[in-house]
């Protein structure tokens, strides 16, 4: 995604800097993708990155259960703003992952998507069935789940919102994935684009090198806890600290990194030991050196369950060893020395540069193994070793028992719930309140989602599933345009037409992909094509010696009396030019008066004679009135100094009078005199894909018509922002990849530009 984009906001990137405080916790990464829109929503994702960040590198403990710490800090953001305001009503998925000496660490909750790519495999993270169990930001504690891994050279992550399983599909971004290395990133990010469709999506692709180990080496091997902690100091760790061997995850290969809390970073010892060089251990010689070393909690309960015993050689032994000084400190940080120990390394002595001083460790007696049980003892041991994975499994059988039983009343509770939801919408019907029923359709259908997730499709939520589909097809208004057979014009796969202008019989098309106009024109029925004028202006041309740069957008301008005796075509390039193309006099360059001020304009807009130019360097909206044989006149700031808007992100304007400003998130806002109207879209199911174009009536009492990319459909709003209807193709094709509409007011007939052609078809009556 382009990084102008103002989704791209959503994906935070923390690589701390060498000698920054927070370098030793490593870097950071964190992907929001927002379900719904709000006008708060930028302030809303920038508040749950914060919250990511200062706990990251705040909290101690071990990395995966800080990154869960993080994820659950962004929900209770998000639930709160939720809570102060119940008109934003705003959830998200969020997916985080930390690259620290040499391990990733992952914690997810909602539906963003983790591929991570080694030498023998494929993961992907989390599973569908996990992606769903829960977003952030609702009353409901959301599933949060982590991986674990131990990098290795060339390993490859990738993080996305879900919108890339629609888009494209697991084979190919995992075929991208897997192939991904340090030089051909680039070409892998332009090849998951192309499976995408060009649509912009939010990815995140990143190939581990051992070079970033040892950045972080020379970063400080310690892991701080707060940001501008003092520099971090290591604690030996006790003898038997890691005796247990190392926490593993539920998926994933590599052993739980511990971050020191706050008391660790008091002691003061740094010594300098080459890191052992990394070997690959296989797993079985780990696990058996695991297997070796009894658990603490097996030892505890073996201690008291046997009888005491007198003191022997060998506990003086111990008590002579316990009262000699304490070792000289190791560095915790030392993560290879400690890894080493983990799989089961033998103990080779790491090489010593010069200059170094070797710290020399009391030795220790040797260890003489107690003699074997005899008689009632070994007896009683063997009886537990027996008793005690029976007692284990009986356990755990209970508590999946208990735990299912606790899901099933749930689920049922749930289920009767949706039920109770149905009763509202028949009660709202009665009193043609189809706003209401709307609304509890859609809770009826959420309570039917959740109760899935804990017992499963049971015959009552398939007869509930139906009833709702049922209803929610007749209250949507759900109607089917049964002429998009055949399109005007077709488009190849190399094509990307981005928006649509039509005067009369003349079509304008902007294909961002050729950079270039083409014209069209059919006959007076629009059902054919007469001529096809080819490309008009693109980029590179040169028109009245000014150089065509990047094209950004296109309007309609029509006949002004006694300044333009003739309608054109109006066409902005990314370079703040204006030019005008009509078929008599062809293209020439509009003069603007102090052109130079403008920043960055990327659309424009005409009404009534005036040019506006949304400028997004500046967020303003400056309007030009037709003067001398240009615009000679300096331009009006059309917001004030005080109700500046938002225009990053802009993807379409429109004037009736009012100014109409759709963003990339979907949101739509409306301006009257500079100031901003109450309004919103009315909430339906569905609601909150991805909203690419909109067109409207001019008139007051018009509808607005908005394209549906997603759910691949037209919804239609009044302009109080009440739901109308929607229409969809009746073959279900046509309308996939929409790009843009137009409507014609005077023949009634609305544009639709997709991927693949341009449609026309008449209003349903």
Known sequence: MDHRNPRAAHLEIVEPARGDGRAARGSLYILIELIGSSPVSSHAVREMQSAVTLTYYSAGGPVSQVLRQAVTKAHEVLRNMNRSSPDIDLQAGIICAAFVQGHLAIASAGPPVAFVATEERLDQFPLDEERYAGNIGNELDPGIHTYRHVLSEGDALFLGESEWILQSDVRTIGGAVVSASVSNMQDMVAHLREQGDNTPLLGLLLVYSDEEREAEADAGMGLPTAVGAAPPVHDVPAEGRFASGPAFSERGDGPALNLPSAETMQHQLAVPVPPRPSVKVPWHRGALRILRRPSGWVSSLLHGLLPERKPGRGDEAARDVAAQPEAEPTPLGQADEIASDFSGLPEEAPPQSQGEERVQLPALPSYAPPAPSQG?????????????????????????????????????????????????????????????????????????????????VTDRIQELSEVISTELQELLQVRALYSLDVPLLAYGADAEPQRVVVSNQDIYVFDAARQAILHYRTNSERTLLEEDSGVILQEGDTVSGITVG??????????????????????????????????????????????????????????????????????????????????????????????????????????????????????????????????????????????????????????????????????????????????????????????GLFLDEVTGILYILTKSGLYAHPLPR
């Open 550 to 739: 990047r094209l950004v957008d296109i309007a309609w301008q029509p006949r002004i009396a006694g300044f333009a005796d003739k309608a054109s075509l109006l066409v902005l390039d990314r370079n703040n030019n204006v030019f005008r193309y009509n078929r008599l006099d062809g293209a020439m360059h509009l003069a603007l008066r102090e052109q130079s001020t403008l920043e960055s304009v990327g659309q424009l807009g005409v009404y009534n004679g005036r040019l506006y130019l949304a400028d997004e360097g500046s967020d303003q909206i400056y309007r030009y009135s037709p003067a001398g044989l240009a615009y000679d006149d300096p331009p009006t700031a059309w917001f004030s100094e005080q109700i500046r808007g938002d225009l990053a992100g802009l993807i379409a304007l429109g004037i009736d009078g009012d100014i109409w400003l759709l963003s990339e998130d979907g949101t739509l806002l409306r301006f009257r005199e500079g100031q901003q109207l109450p309004f919103s879209l009315e909430r339906i199911p569905g609601l909150g894909g991805l909203i690419v174009d909109f067109s409207m009536a001019e008139h007051s009492d018009g509808m607005l018509y908005l394209a549906d990319a997603t759910e691949e459909r037209i919804l239609v709003f009044d302009k109080e922002g009440r739901y109308i209807q929607q229409y969809v193709d009746a073959e279900d094709m046509a309308l996939a990849g929409l790009r």
């Open 376 to 456: 009632n003892r070994r007896r009683l041991i063997i009886a537990i070793a027996v008793l005690l994975p029976l007692l284990t499994s009986a356990v755990v059988g209970a508590a999946f028992l208990r735990e299912g039983s606790i899901n099933q009343e749930e689920g049922l509770q749930l289920v009767e719930l949706a039920d109770s939801k149905l009763l509202e919408v028949q009660q709202a019907l009665s009193v043609e309140d189809r706003t209401t029923a709307r609304a509890s359709l859609s809770e009826a259908q959420r309570f039917l989602d959740e109760a899935i997730v804990l017992i499963g």
